[in-house]
């Protein structure tokens, strides 16, 4: 099921913020199918009608929720790129962004994770820039044919992939930027990006890493 998308106004608008935090606050607690939309709406302090004015039911809450987290990381990776001309590099930065996020924010990537069963299509807004990014590299004919068509939806698999591991084996800066790097270099092999340029991105995106890690520490 989806979430009802409709014009809203500024007090639907601050309903929907209350359930949507509520949410993440219920979500780092347990998995949707283990909360009751009562304690839903008793957290975020609205009617239970209010729910339901929102959302067709928990599944598409919960999706609501973590594509909520979901805008704020592809935000965050937009911020990243914003300068990086170079469509693999931007790649990397965003698979490096989303591994920083794991192990900056473990729960909020866990509720994330959870729920984009819906986001995985290739024409998904969510995915505009990693599409922008796969499009730019095949039509400069850096990636092999069939990333047309499925480097969209093996980029985001690879990077979903990369921050469950981090999510479950919680590794220090050192093994994070050296998961990253191997990562790298099997997922740009494969997308058909030549393996000595495959190593220098990794290599440079497994420094920043290391880098930001080492900031967020001191």
């Known amino acids: 099921m989806t979430t009802v998308f409709s014009p809203i106004s500024p007090r639907a608008a601050r309903t929907r913020s209350a359930l949507l935090a509520a949410g993440l606050e219920l979500l ?38 973590a594509q909520h987290v979901r805008l704020a990381l592809e935000q965050r990776v937009g911020a990243t790129n914003a300068n990086e001309g170079d469509p693999v590099m931007r790649l990397a930065g965003g698979m490096r962004v989303g591994m920083e996020f794991a192990l900056e924010d473990r729960v909020r990537a866990i509720i994330m994770l959870r729920g984009l069963q819906e986001t995985t299509g290739i024409d998904h ?46 590794p220090g800066p050192v093994a994070a ?26 290599a440079a995106s497994a420094a920043r890493l290391r880098s930001a890690s080492a900031r967020e520490q001191d």
């Open 28 to 65: 780092a607690e347990r998995p949707v199918d283990a909360i009751a939309i009562d304690e839903v709406v008793a957290r975020a302090g609205v009617a239970k009608g209010s729910f339901f004015n929102h959302f067709t039911d928990k599944s598409g809450f919960a999706g609501a929720v």
């Open 125 to 170: 807004e969510l995915n505009r820039g990693v599409r922008a990014d796969i499009d730019a590299a095949v039509a400069a004919g850096r990636l092999r044919p069939e990333a047309a068509t499925s480097g969209v939806r093996y980029w985001l698999g690879l990077c979903h992939v990369a921050m469950l591991n981090i999510i479950e084996r919680q």
């Open 177 to 202: 930027a050296e998961r990253l790097h191997d990562m790298l270099v099997l997922g740009l092999c494969g997308l058909g990006i030549d393996e000595a340029r495959a190593r220098e991105v990794a």
